[in-house]
Nanobody, 120 residues
């Protein structure tokens, strides 16, 4: 069984910064893409940032230049450094990872999410 646990959310003023973490644990053989999504009340879930196994990154337009995604495979962890936060960044941030477990089965896994609230 694999679990993803996000942390680092909170309340911050506009212009501030937060660093989110998502740690994977369990019977992990290989981590592939690791992705941050967010979902605000009444809105669809949207992709924020992605990092591939070889470190290639991609971002939503709203995140470019402000957010940085990174990973530390030795800790099975992905990070999202968020700077110059805006009230529109308020959402639950969720981590998704493509992971192969013992036996070579690849699956998507989701964390439970961490709340980010940006006040104006």
């Amino acid at each position: 069984q694999v679990q993803l646990v996000e942390s680092g959310g909170g309340l911050v003023q506009a212009g501030g910064s937060l660093r989110l973490s998502c740690a994977a644990s369990g019977s992990i053989l290989t981590l592939d893409d690791m992705v941050w999504y967010r979902q605000a009340p009444g809105k669809q879930r949207e992709l924020v940032a992605r990092i591939s196994a070889n470190g290639r990154t991609s971002y939503a337009g709203s995140a470019k230049g402000r957010f940085t995604v990174s990973r530390e495979d030795a800790k099975n962890t992905v990070y999202l450094q968020m700077t110059n936060l805006e009230p529109d960044d308020t959402a639950v941030y969720l981590c998704n990872a493509i992971i192969s477990t013992n036996g070579g089965v690849w699956s998507h896994y989701w964390g439970q999410g961490t709340q980010v609230t940006v006040s104006s």
